[in-house]
């Protein structure tokens, strides 16, 4: 049921598989987003993410929104495999992206440039 796709980078996206599963990726802007289970806010700035560091597992949807003044993306990854949660958004902009959550710890870091290097990283706990 998985569907996976080999990304330009090192990214394995695999949507529906262990850990991070996404629920139609990230969602088109035309699209009215599905909601799926509660909201968690994420916001991201220079270069920092805020985001609640544990979870409990199953469906939540995230709401990303970019406050910084430059692109920001998000990735999660654990020991096996790395997910793109959001590609680079841009300053001001907000996407709204279901995913299902298993039990597992997960880097949640963003994607552009070396933001993760300087502190656009977090740790994810889902239980
Ligand atoms: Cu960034």
Same mark, same amino acid.
């Given at each position: ?5 080999? +990304?330009? =980078? ?13 629920? &139609? ?7 009215? #987003? ?10 991201l ?6 985001? #609640? ?9 995230? +709401?990303i929104?970019n406050? &910084?003044?430059?692109l920001h993306g /998000? ?6 495999? *790395?997910?793109?949660?959001a590609p680079p958004i841009a300053? &001001?902009k907000t996407v /709204?992206? #279901? ?14 440039? =070396?933001?993760? *290097? ?10």
């Amino acid at each position: 049921m998985g569907r996976c796709f080999l +990304r330009t =980078e090192v990214v394995l996206l695999c949507m529906l598989a262990v850990g991070f599963a996404t629920d &139609g990726a990230v969602l088109a802007k035309d699209k009215a #987003p599905k909601i799926k289970g509660p909201i968690v806010e994420v916001m991201l700035t220079e270069y920092a993410i805020q985001m #609640p560091s544990s979870f409990k597992h199953g469906w939540v949807t995230l +709401r990303i929104s970019n406050k &910084g003044d430059a692109l920001h993306g /998000l990735r999660a990854q654990d020991s096996k495999k *790395t997910w793109e949660l959001a590609p680079p958004i841009a300053p &001001g902009k907000t996407v /709204l992206v #279901p995913i299902q959550l298993r039990k597992g710890t997960f880097m949640v870091y963003c994607s552009t440039a =070396e933001h993760a *290097t300087v502190g656009m990283q977090a740790v994810a706990y889902v239980q």
